[in-house]
């Protein structure tokens, strides 16, 4: 088996590549990809500790965490329709009523 | 047997659950809103009458040990289920006259709901993530309600782009505390022995994810503009239910996954309250819009809440479960009154000075905005005083008495924005001819009841306070 090092660190940078996209990227569909970038880094964390713990229930929170990434994708998908048609943008950076 | 007692420890979230599904399919098959309203008041009040009675039932683990029942979280669930109950109560008279009532709301709001009920029971770090979103998700929809507005709309992208990029956070702490201590039980988490690098950063990156949930500074920017832009009634409900479920699972957490660390996270958890009693109540003090101090006084009160957690002490923790009480009662009244004022069409009630006058109008809802924002202040009489003091004296027992004192401070400097509104109430000429309705019975009779509750547990607080108390010498 390879070293545990190998996967927690290629999840951390694909953590790290989408809290980078979140904060710098205009675009809110690029932001919401980066949002599922993130959980699924983790799932990665969580499926190589359930391999090296031989503990299922990693196995099983992954299971969970997709399915709330995808409720997260209907809604959100769905919410940014509704920005598009109000405001025909979807540049999070021209969508400023509320500030302040 | 074994397995039909199990299902009565979680009776209200069975309630609710099955309540959500109902009012859906009750929208499908007839489109009343009418219908989904009075059934989800049927179900909220019988959920809510359940959990009461927990209160007093014994307290334990359930579903091999992913449920916790009574003690902390049954009164996490009647804070919650207080806070869905009013909040839909209100929302039918705000929602109707402002043209947005449709029976889906409803069923948001009991999915919502449940899931907070989920939050509070956890006894796993998976159902506190499962509670977490199902909250979470629901509450992007209700934010967004009104699809044309873009207001409502705007503040249901902020918040639904801030909310997934905290769940990457949330779950990438669960993750490496699971990898630390090899389980995702909270008892199994305290039990950790090897505390190494990645135990340290999944405690962080745990505490990062509360931290936006109960939107301390600086992870508070969605806070102002989800509360200004969504419908006032579902602000109501956002403001109280969502954030009570959120701390109870946090003193769930910190009190069972994470007691040996205390002495750790309690200095982090100091540096953040400090931060956000601060910075909430200095932009509280600068808003003219009433709706958006109203969101920054939230998260002051959420500094104020966190002295206790800092604090962590069994007698702490009991102080800010009573502060969640008197803090949710508050909020509902005031965010209500709001609310009637806003559902006069043609009129702008978004600054305060366009509240001038209005006290003499209808005098019973300047009066009881008075009591509801009197409590928030602190004042004696009202229980928003014996909750901060309750939370301020836990914390000086534990020696954190600096933090008490900018406690304090701030909450003296609080006085300013929250009597604003009332000068503007009562002591302002009303500018133009404003012709407000009489709000329906019920409506009045519910904030009524708030305000009494408000004023009841001011002057009795020994009733509640002596429950509270009970939950954690008992051990199991």
């Given at each position: 088996?390879?070293?545990?090092?190998?996967?927690?660190?290629?999840?951390?940078?694909?953590?790290?590549?989408?809290?980078?996209?979140?904060?710098?990227?205009?675009?809110?569909?690029?932001?919401?990809?980066?949002?599922?970038?993130?959980?699924?880094?983790?799932?990665?964390?969580?499926?190589?500790?359930?391999?090296?713990?031989?503990?299922?229930?990693?196995?099983?929170?992954?299971?969970?965490?997709l399915?709330?990434?995808?409720?997260?994708?209907?809604?959100?998908?769905?919410?940014?329709?509704?920005?598009?048609?109000?405001?025909?943008?979807?540049?999070?950076?021209?969508?400023?009523?509320?500030?302040? | 047997?074994?397995?039909?007692?199990?299902?009565?420890?979680?009776?209200?979230?069975?309630?609710?659950?099955?309540?959500?599904?109902?009012?859906?399919?009750?929208d499908?098959?007839?489109?009343?809103a009418?219908?989904?309203?009075?059934?989800?008041?049927?179900?909220?009040?019988?959920?809510?009458?359940?959990?009461?009675?927990?209160?007093?039932?014994?307290?334990?683990?359930?579903?091999?040990?992913?449920?916790?029942?009574?003690?902390?979280?049954?009164?996490?669930?009647?804070?919650?289920?207080?806070?869905?109950?009013?909040?839909?109560?209100?929302?039918?008279?705000?929602?109707?006259?402002?043209?947005?009532?449709i029976?889906?709301v409803?069923?948001?709001?009991?999915?919502?709901?449940?899931?907070m009920?989920?939050?509070?029971?956890?006894?796993?770090?998976?159902?506190?993530?499962?509670?977490?979103?199902?909250?979470?998700?629901?509450?992007?929809?209700?934010?967004?309600?009104?699809?044309?507005?873009k207001?409502?709309?705007?503040?249901?992208?902020?918040?639904?782009?801030?909310?997934?990029?905290?769940?990457?956070?949330?779950?990438?702490?669960?993750?490496?505390?699971?990898?630390?201590?090899?389980?995702?039980?909270?008892?199994?988490?305290?039990?950790?022995?090897?505390?190494?690098?990645?135990?340290?950063?999944?405690?962080?990156?745990?505490?990062?994810?509360?931290?936006?949930?109960?939107?301390?500074?600086?992870?508070?920017?969605?806070?102002p503009?989800?509360?200004?832009?969504?419908?006032?009634?579902?602000?109501?409900?956002?403001?109280t239910?969502?954030?009570?479920?959120?701390?109870?699972?946090?003193?769930?957490?910190?009190?069972?996954?994470?007691?040996?660390?205390?002495?750790?996270?309690?200095?982090?958890?100091?540096?953040?309250?400090?931060?956000?009693?601060?910075?909430?109540?200095?932009?509280?003090?600068?808003?003219?819009?009433?709706?958006?101090?109203?969101?920054?006084s939230?998260?002051?009160h959420?500094?104020?809440?966190?002295?206790?957690?800092?604090?962590?002490?069994?007698?702490?923790?009991?102080a800010?479960?009573?502060?969640?009480?008197?803090?949710?009662?508050?909020?509902?009244?005031?965010?209500?009154?709001?609310?009637?004022?806003?559902?006069?069409?043609?009129?702008?009630?978004?600054?305060?000075?366009?509240?001038?006058g209005?006290?003499f109008?209808?005098?019973?809802?300047?009066?009881?905005?008075?009591?509801?924002?009197?409590?928030m202040?602190?004042?004696?009489?009202?229980?928003?005083?014996?909750?901060?003091?309750?939370?301020?004296?836990?914390?000086?027992d534990?020696?954190?008495?600096?933090?008490?004192?900018?406690?304090?401070?701030?909450?003296?400097?609080?006085?300013?924005?929250?009597?604003?509104?009332?000068?503007?109430?009562?002591?302002?000429?009303?500018?133009?001819?404003?012709v407000?309705?009489?709000?329906?019975?019920?409506?009045?009779?519910?904030?009524?009841?708030?305000?009494?509750?408000?004023?009841?547990?001011?002057?009795?607080?020994?009733?509640?306070?002596?429950?509270?108390?009970?939950?954690?010498?008992?051990?199991?």
């Amino acid at each position: 088996m390879m070293e545990m090092d190998w996967y927690l660190g290629l999840s951390a940078v694909l953590f790290t590549i989408g809290v980078i996209g979140v904060l710098t990227r205009k675009n809110a569909i690029v932001i919401f990809m980066c949002a599922e970038l993130m959980l699924n880094s983790v799932n990665l964390t969580l499926v190589s500790f359930s391999a090296q713990l031989g503990d299922v229930h990693g196995q099983i929170l992954v299971f969970f965490a997709l399915c709330v990434a995808a409720a997260e994708a209907a809604v959100g998908l769905a919410i940014i329709i509704a920005i598009y048609r109000n405001n025909l943008t979807v540049d999070v950076t021209k969508i400023n009523l509320l500030r302040w | 047997m074994e397995s039909a007692n199990e299902l009565l420890t979680i009776l209200p979230l069975i309630i609710i659950g099955a309540a959500g599904l109902f009012v859906m399919m009750l929208d499908a098959f007839t489109g009343s809103a009418r219908l989904a309203y009075l059934a989800t008041i049927l179900f909220s009040a019988a959920a809510l009458a359940v959990a009461v009675s927990d209160l007093f039932g014994p307290m334990g683990e359930s579903f091999h040990g992913l449920i916790t029942y009574g003690g902390t979280s049954s009164f996490g669930m009647v804070l919650v289920m207080t806070g869905t109950l009013f909040s839909v109560i209100l929302s039918r008279d705000y929602l109707e006259k402002t043209g947005m009532h449709i029976a889906e709301v409803y069923s948001m709001i009991l999915f919502a709901a449940f899931g907070m009920l989920l939050l509070v029971s956890s006894n796993n770090l998976v159902t506190l993530f499962l509670g977490i979103e199902t909250m979470s998700i629901s509450l992007y929809v209700l934010a967004g309600l009104v699809k044309n507005h873009k207001k409502s709309v705007e503040a249901a992208l902020k918040y639904f782009l801030l909310g997934a990029f905290a769940t990457g956070f949330l779950l990438y702490g669960i993750a490496l505390l699971y990898g630390a201590s090899g389980s995702t039980f909270l008892v199994d988490i305290a039990a950790t022995e090897d505390k190494g690098m990645i135990y340290w950063a999944g405690v962080g990156l745990l505490l990062v994810g509360f931290f936006f949930k109960i939107s301390a500074v600086p992870f508070h920017m969605w806070t102002p503009d989800v509360y200004q832009g969504a419908p006032t009634t579902i602000t109501a409900f956002m403001a109280t239910a969502s954030k009570a479920a959120a701390f109870v699972a946090f003193i769930l957490v910190l009190s069972r996954a994470l007691p040996d660390a205390r002495a750790d996270w309690s200095d982090v958890i100091w540096l953040f309250a400090l931060l956000t009693m601060v910075v909430g109540n200095i932009l509280a003090l600068v808003q003219d819009n009433v709706k958006r101090m109203l969101a920054y006084s939230s998260i002051a009160h959420a500094g104020y809440i966190m002295i206790g957690l800092a604090a962590g002490t069994d007698a702490a923790y009991s102080a800010v479960l009573f502060y969640l009480f008197a803090y949710t009662l508050m909020n509902i009244g005031a965010f209500g009154i709001v609310a009637y004022y806003e559902w006069h069409k043609g009129y702008d009630f978004t600054e305060v000075s366009n509240y001038s006058g209005l006290g003499f109008k209808q005098p019973i809802m300047g009066v009881l905005m008075s009591v509801f924002l009197f409590s928030m202040v602190g004042i004696p009489p009202f229980a928003g005083f014996i909750g901060k003091y309750r939370v301020f004296a836990a914390a000086v027992d534990e020696g954190l008495i600096s933090l008490v004192i900018v406690g304090v401070l701030a909450s003296a400097a609080s006085v300013y924005y929250y009597l604003r509104v009332l000068v503007h109430l009562f002591m302002k000429e009303s500018e133009n001819g404003i012709v407000l309705s009489r709000p329906g019975t019920l409506y009045t009779a519910s904030l009524l009841i708030l305000a009494a509750l408000t004023i009841f547990f001011g002057i009795n607080p020994g009733v509640l306070t002596d429950l509270l108390g009970s939950f954690w010498t008992v051990q199991y």
